[in-house]
């Protein structure tokens, strides 16, 4: 993927209010990893642009307005397995506040167009990538459908809700959204 097809689907996707960054794997746990992409220590290996906006357009950088600033490894702890398509179809509901697809505009028209998007974007990370959520829904089955999913996400920051996905490869990537209050 070059750069201009990622950015371009990051944006179709998260428009504003998103994180996404990747960055190199280092450990064998990835969960180390995880941390320093979630606080911005580390930079893109294939140096494709990161979206580290806030909800209202901020940029969030690595100091105390990160949200992720104060997560530790037993977050990890409220993370769970989804399949390839159960990763796709967060990465579309991202972009609602309350992280449904109910709530994005012209979905039943723009459905195939936004997994096109998640599609090329996790295909980055190759056929063994794992890919992990804090969804509940994951929890019991990791190929639920996360589109029609009950349940909710295990917070990792202090904002009113959080959702994400994690791959993990030989590189990494977290995409996060967030609803303030």
Not at 99 to 108: S, T
Not at 169 to 174: I, K, R, W
């Amino acid at each position: 993927m070059d750069e201009a097809s990622w950015s371009a689907s990051l944006r179709a996707l998260f428009g504003e209010g998103m994180f996404a960054a990747v960055g190199a794997r280092r450990h064998a746990d990835w969960n180390p990893d995880a941390i320093d992409v979630m606080r911005l220590r580390t930079d893109d290996p294939r140096r494709l642009p990161r979206l580290i906006t806030a909800p209202g357009g901020r940029r969030y950088d690595t100091g105390p307005d990160n949200p992720f600033t104060a997560v530790t490894p037993a977050a990890f702890d409220s993370v769970f397995p989804v399949a390839r398509k159960g990763a796709e179809q967060l990465l579309v509901s991202l972009q609602d506040d309350w992280f449904q697809v109910d709530g994005i505009p012209d979905f039943a028209e723009r459905e195939r167009e936004l997994i096109s998007h998640a599609s090329g974007v996790l295909e980055r990370f190759g056929r063994d990538a794992l890919y992990f959520t804090n969804v509940s829904a994951a929890r019991d089955n990791p190929h639920a459908d996360m589109f029609r999913r009950e349940g909710s996400s295990e917070c990792f920051t202090e904002h009113v809700m959080d959702c994400g996905v994690i791959a993990v490869s030989a590189e990494e990537v977290v995409f996060w959204s967030f609803t303030i209050d």
